[in-house]
């Protein structure tokens, strides 16, 4: 019998000082981008959100997961917020790099970093 892989990814919300930090762990494929969609749709990351998505504990990241982001990024810009993304390990940041995702995302290279990036534009 074949044994079907199954990825995960957790996703970790916290808000401090008016910044969401949404910390994902684990794959960010097409059966787990509509988790990250979801957080990202729920009220209170609208307009004017600042978001933090850190990509620490993330080691794979499909065309799914990157139009995922692209588009919360596109909506926030529209509303007057921002998204940054950051700790993207060298598979993911190949991904970006590969996609074009890189060029149209804001990315930082750490939490204190993004978070510094959230604060500063608002």
């Known amino acids: 019998m074949k044994s079907r892989l199954r990825w995960s990814l957790q996703i970790a919300t916290s808000e401090c000082s008016g910044v969401h930090l949404l910390a ?23 307009a004017n959100s600042r978001v933090l998505v850190d990509l620490s504990g993330v080691d794979y990241v499909s065309s799914a997961g990157l139009h995922v982001l692209e588009r ?11 998204v940054v993304v950051c700790g993207l390990q060298e598979p993911v940041r190949v991904s970006f790099e590969v ?20 604060r500063t534009v608002f």
């Open 99 to 118: 996609s074009g995702a890189g060029a149209r995302l804001d990315i930082a290279e750490s939490v204190t970093q993004a978070t510094e990036r959230l």
């Open 72 to 82: 919360a990024a596109e909506r926030a810009r529209a509303a007057g917020g921002m």
């Open 24 to 46: 994902l762990t684990g794959r960010l494929g097409s059966t787990t981008a509509e988790a990250l969609r979801a957080v990202l749709d729920r009220p209170g990351f609208g």
